[in-house]
Nanobody, 113 residues
Framework: QLVESGGGLVQAGGSLRLSCTAS????????MGWHRQPPGKQRELVAS???????NYADSVKGRFTISRDITKNTMYLQMNSLKPEHTAVYYC?????????WGQGTQAAVSS
């Protein structure tokens, strides 16, 4: 089970930090990631982090968003800076183990102009 938090309403230029806490250890997770679904659009990958710590970002968020994790807390984070209205979406975390794949319930991030 994954529980997300940290969403909310911010003005353009502001920041949000999303958290995703797993009910089981993330030590063995192969890939962890954040996805988002803007209103009326399909879900898309925002950022991911591999078991080795390698990170990958969508071009649209490079330099603005940072994905990280704290294995001791079974938690993954997404630091979002310099937010724009087009970043408004429901953000979902995903943790993929070898045989299982989990999704969070989503947390809403809204950016006003």
């Amino acid at each position: 089970q994954l529980v997300e938090s940290g969403g909310g309403l911010v003005q353009a230029g502001g920041s949000l930090r999303l958290s995703c806490t797993a009910s089981r250890s993330i030590f063995g997770a192969g890939v962890m990631g954040w996805h988002r679904q803007p209103p009326g659009k399909q879900r898309e990958l925002v950022a991911s982090i591999s078991i080795g710590g390698d990170t990958n970002y969508a071009d649209s968020v490079k330099g603005r968003f940072t994905i990280s994790r704290d294995i001791t807390k079974n938690t993954m984070y997404l630091q979002m800076n310099s937010l724009k209205p087009e970043h408004t979406a429901v953000y979902y975390c995903n943790v993929a183990y070898l045989l299982e794949n989990y999704w969070g319930q989503g947390t809403q991030a809204a950016v006003s102009s």
